[in-house]
DNA sequence: CTCAGGTGCAACTCGATAGTTGCACGATGC
DNA sequence: GCATCGTGCAACTATCGAGTTGCACCTGAG
């Protein structure tokens, strides 16, 4: 998958507001399917499905203990896709300098 | 809307690989719909449409200057989005540091 | 005035996605 | 062994989203 590409798919996993609910809570501690259900209001199903998208974006991962799945943070991805935010700002900050002092000129 | 909610609106903009294409073209210099189709093969409504979504989310705004609309970045809403996610990473990390001095006393 | 370039709006197709229900399977506790 | 808890898989609905085509409307240049 190309660059671009994987970084639209990363965002697009954050574009859900149940999404970033489950990614909160996971901030705090990890934790299950079911677990999750009881914030959310929607069946533990779609919490599967919502946690799937996120370890398919490599935002989260899950490992079976026992008969349970607890899934964690995995902060890679993230950190990655602020940086690029922070790198598009601090570009467009810098034509703003660039335009601006050539109009002084 | 709800903070979650707006967010996510934020980050679903970005989950387009079109978009994230012409958010980068925007970083480098402001543009109007029909110059951004040259590298995006796509019709320049389908622009228009993707640039009707960044502007809804508030990372671009467009201005009338004759008979052209030209687009430029807003990097308000990018840098909130970008420490957002850091605060994500940082506070995971925290965690991490948290448990583990639990685990070594 | 006329014509061309740039936008905007509307209707349509089609694939992706969020959500549901129902059921089956493996691990745990008694 | 057996009831149960947590998962996983499959089928289905309904909505959203990306992209298209077609047409109408301004604005600026000759």
Do not use: C, Y
């Amino acid at each position: 998958m190309s660059v671009v590409a994987e970084r639209a798919e990363v965002f697009a996993a954050l574009g859900d507001p149940n999404r970033l609910r489950i990614l909160d809570h996971l901030t705090r501690s990890p934790a299950s399917a079911t677990a999750l259900v009881e914030d959310l209001e929607i069946t533990r199903q779609a919490v599967a499905k919502h946690l799937r998208v996120l370890e398919g974006a490599g935002l989260v991962e899950g490992a079976r203990t026992g008969r349970e799945v607890r899934f964690e943070l995995r902060p890679a991805q993230v950190e990655r896709a602020a940086r690029w935010l922070d790198d598009v700002a601090v570009g467009w900050e810098r034509r703003l300098a660039a335009v601006k002092r050539a109009a002084e000129s």
